[in-house]
């Protein structure tokens, strides 16, 4: 059988379909209510995300890759070629580990989404918000939709991978591409994919770079596309495809729902600018502390029990000349901080933070054990224990995380996150900047040119 042959049972005929029929007007409003809250709160991460000193260095070598003044990198204003401006936008979106997620794909997809189809946009012109949302949207369904049905243990950076997938889906859908081109970029985009865990694992600088590296990847498929080359069709299910040589373990089942799950509204915020695998661990152990107030020096031990994934992720000895990128995966040293602090912060991976000897002697007496979920790819449930040295035992279990669909963040507190964020950027910014950001994304889909929105996003007040 020449498995190029589109079938309407083939998981990537229905992938393209999907991306080719989606409107604005076939979303429902919570779809659309999702949309607008994760592209701000994406937002709010990357101005924050400016304060990273590796900006910097990013754009001078970024200079090298051409000269242009298509797009602009948020919160400098700076204008570079468009592609640039996804590379360096999307890492200011992870570089500090407070984007959103989608749990159960293991996947943060607005992170390589949002600055793709934001960049095409401003470069192309005349794009509206009505259509942003329409392309983020069916862009995180085929992310998270990839992502989900994997079942082995990741090896490969699935955020960036998948997230490349989404933007190239994304950018299909706004672009209106008939089929065969869609399918083709999608294919060229898998041909370009890159990201592994082994950068995750040693808690490298380059982790975040990865999200960047794969916003150029939708880029160039798009564009390659519409010039008439030619990508792999079977990039999903074929002998080489992804599902063979990516998520080799994987469900056909996953994509039951493609169509009508609308995957946007099942993301997770990220309260702390941390690996989503230690907010667990700093849930429990604020909301054990709110409960019973007991004294820190009166603490024996903390056991978080977890899946595997958080095993994975964040299961890490706390050392004292921690990196901020291995310090943000590192479950013992953002709950002791938690504890220490009542929160956990961007200040708290600062070099002075990271050595603090009460943070470290702390975080010594804070172990991950192994629950009893099987699943490799389950953030879920999680259980906190804590041992007083009067011998009290406290404990607690969450079913769901602070952030995630079953124990949503909230209005009042995601405005909150955003305004905490936007401020804590290279260059704060101001109370009105703020709020007229936050009502351009309320009227998104009342906007008819998205340069207006990221007129928006630059830190000095006086342009308003």
């Known amino acids: 059988m020449n498995s190029s042959k589109a079938s309407p049972s083939n998981i990537t005929y229905r992938l393209v379909k999907h991306v080719r029929q989606q409107t604005y007007e076939r979303l429902s409003k919570a779809a659309v209510e999702s949309t607008k809250i994760f592209i701000l709160d994406s937002l709010g991460v990357a101005l924050s995300g400016t304060r990273v000193p590796m900006v910097r260095e990013l754009e001078t070598v970024a ?20 592609a640039t401006a996804a590379f360096i936008n999307g890492y200011q979106i992870h570089n500090q580990e407070w984007d959103c997620v989608h749990e159960p794909a293991v996947v943060h997809p607005m992170a390589v989404v949002l600055p793709t189809l934001l960049a095409w ?5 005349g794009v509206s918000g009505r259509q942003l949302i329409t392309g983020c949207s069916v862009a995180v369904d085929v992310a998270t939709g990839i992502g989900r049905a994997a079942l082995n243990k990741m090896r490969f950076f699935r955020p960036a991978m998948c997230g490349a997938l989404g933007a190239t889906a ?28 082994q950068a995750h694992i040693e808690g490298s600088p380059v982790l975040p770079m990865q999200i960047g590296f794969n916003t150029r990847v939708a880029f160039d498929a798009v564009r390659l596309a519409r010039c008439g080359i030619r990508g792999p069709v079977d990039f999903l299910e074929g002998p080489f495809g992804y599902f063979t040589l990516m998520d080799p373990e994987w469900e056909p089942a996953e994509f039951a729902q493609l169509e009508t799950r609308e995957a946007i509204t099942e993301l997770s915020h990220k309260p702390f600018p941390s690996g989503r695998a230690t907010h667990g661990g700093i849930d429990g152990v604020l909301t054990l502390r709110e409960q019973h107030g007991f004294a ?4 024996g031990e903390i056991r978080v029990r977890a899946p595997p994934l958080v095993i994975q992720l964040a299961d890490r000895a706390p050392l004292p000349d921690m990196v901020p990128s291995y310090a943000r995966l590192c479950l013992p040293y953002v709950a002791a901080t938690a504890l ?40 879920a449930p999680q259980r906190v224990e804590i041992s007083l040295l009067d011998g009290c035992e406290l404990a607690l ?17 995601h405005c ?24 351009l994304v309320d009227d998104l889909e009342q906007l008819d040119e998205l340069c207006q929105l990221v007129d928006a996003l630059v830190f000095d007040p006086d342009t308003l």
């Open 63 to 82: 200079a090298e890759w051409g000269s242009g003044n298509a797009a602009r990198i948020w919160g400098s204003g700076r204008r570079v070629p468009a």
């Open 121 to 125: 946009s401003e470069a192309q012109g």
């Open 170 to 197: 994304g950018l299909a859908n706004i672009e209106g591409l008939d089929a065969a081109t869609t399918r083709s970029a999608l294919g060229l985009a898998y041909s370009q994919l890159s990201g592994t865990m």
């Open 296 to 299: 820190l020096e009166h603490i």
């Open 340 to 379: 220490l602090t009542g929160s956990v912060g961007v200040d708290d991976f600062e070099p002075t933070a990271l050595s603090d000897p009460h943070r470290q002697a702390l975080a010594t007496r804070i172990r991950v054990e192994l629950n009893e979920n099987a699943s490799r790819n389950a953030l």
């Open 397 to 413: 279990d969450l079913p769901a995380v602070l952030g995630a669909p079953g124990r949503p963040l909230g209005h009042e507190r």
């Open 416 to 439: 909150a996150k955003f305004r905490r964020a936007a401020t804590s950027g290279l260059r704060p910014m101001s109370a009105r900047a703020m709020d007229h950001l936050q009502q």
